[in-house]
């Protein structure tokens, strides 16, 4: 069963610590995205990656960092340094960056900082 | 900056009722574009998209949207909603280019959140 897989599904933690978030994905897509969601501001990317071993900021990378050691695989770390952490975080992947790559999204992580 | 406008946050409409969320964007070149929906508790999807050609797209369950280059707008349409149409929409068009040549990322508006009352 094809698709994409962020876990947890919520996620607690107290303020000043790091955290990181899942997700992965089987469709054998090259390029992956984190997404952050808050309510009346759509989607905002926080980071991209077209192909292993290489990533690329987007419009609020201040405060995260990620990973691309495997293809399926691209973890968003939360750090003390993000100011406004609670949010909803989306993972999505694309064959490739091209204008008609079409995205697909995962179930999403909540993450609430206390 | 590119960006995309999505004119209504919050639609409330009747069965029965016919739909229109407005879409305006501000990328000049090639127009790639989107509609995502997000239905409560699921995952965001893709709606229906205009790459080229017919500048009406029809999309899943009874959407369409209407290219008009000339408005820089891709209204999404549907004739009649159903309860089932409660969700959250999001129009989506290119937006800046990070890197590298052929190297696009989609720029998503806001969302409008439609509320269909039985």
């Known amino acids: 069963d094809g698709g994409i897989t962020q876990s947890p599904k919520y996620l607690f933690r107290k303020e000043g610590q790091n955290v990181t978030l899942s997700c992965e994905q089987n469709l054998n897509h090259d390029a992956m995205y984190w997404y952050r969601q808050d309510p009346g501001q759509g989607l905002r990317l926080i980071y991209y990656?077209?192909?292993?071993?290489?990533?690329q900021k987007g419009d609020i990378a201040e405060g995260y960092s990620v990973s691309r050691e495997k293809k399926e695989s691209f973890p968003l770390t939360v750090t003390s340094a993000q100011k406004n952490p609670t949010a909803f975080y989306l993972c999505a992947s694309s064959i490739g960056t091209r204008l008609t790559d079409e995205q697909f999204f995962g179930p999403g992580t909540r993450l609430t900082v206390l | 900056a590119q960006s995309v406008s999505q004119h209504n946050h919050h639609v409330i409409l009747s069965e029965a009722a016919s739909l229109e969320l407005g879409c305006n964007y501000s990328?000049?070149?090639?127009?790639?574009l989107f509609w995502y929906v997000q239905y409560p508790g699921q995952h965001l999807q893709l709606l229906l998209k205009?790459?080229?050609?017919?500048?009406l797209v029809k999309g899943i369950k009874g959407f369409e949207a209407e290219f008009i280059k000339s408005k820089f707008s891709f209204n999404l349409r549907k004739p009649s909603v159903q309860w089932s149409d409660t969700a959250e929409y999001f129009c989506a068009a290119p937006g800046p280019i990070y890197s590298g040549a052929g190297s696009y990322q989609l720029t998503f508006g806001k969302g409008t959140k439609l509320s269909v009352i039985p």
């Open positions: 990656s077209q192909i292993v071993n290489d990533f």
């Open positions: 990328y000049g070149g090639t127009v790639n």
């Open positions: 205009y790459f080229s050609g017919d500048p």
